[in-house]
Nanobody
Framework: VQLVESGGGLVQPGGSLRLSCATSGFTFSNNYMRWYRQAPGKERELVAG????????NYADSVKGRFTISRDNAKNTVYLQMNSLKPEDTAVYYCSVRRWAVDYWGQGTQVTVSS
């Protein structure tokens, strides 16, 4: 199982970023996918999740209405569109998949929201 995040960077408050997570090594279209984030000194928190076919999504209260998770099963890729970014969104963002009770993670991509 391999997960590779990209798309992070430095953005001003109110700006947008689109994160991507390219996957391999498992049947992507059969698996629920999640995005997490971890800010310095804080625990990793669940940001969003999406069902295998993309018909069901869930979000943390802190990002509802601002972030959108989506997936392209033909490309084995999950996305996180982040709008109206706030300084408190600053964190390393990870995508994750759980297979046979084991959580797999990418290396993460840094998102910094600052003026």
């Amino acid at each position: 199982v391999q997960l590779v995040e990209s798309g992070g960077g430095l953005v001003q408050p109110g700006g947008s970023l689109r994160l991507s997570c390219a996957t391999s090594g498992f049947t992507f279209s059969n698996n629920y996918m999640r995005w997490y984030r971890q800010a310095p000194g804080k625990e990793r928190e669940l940001v969003a999740g999406i069902s295998s076919a993309g018909g069901s999504t869930n979000y943390a209260d802190s990002v509802k209405g601002r972030f959108t998770i989506s997936r392209d099963n033909a490309k084995n890729t999950v996305y996180l569109q982040m709008n109206s970014l706030k300084p408190e969104d600053t964190a390393v963002y990870y995508c994750s998949v759980r297979r046979w009770a084991v959580d797999y993670w990418g290396q993460g991509t840094q998102v910094t929201v600052s003026s």
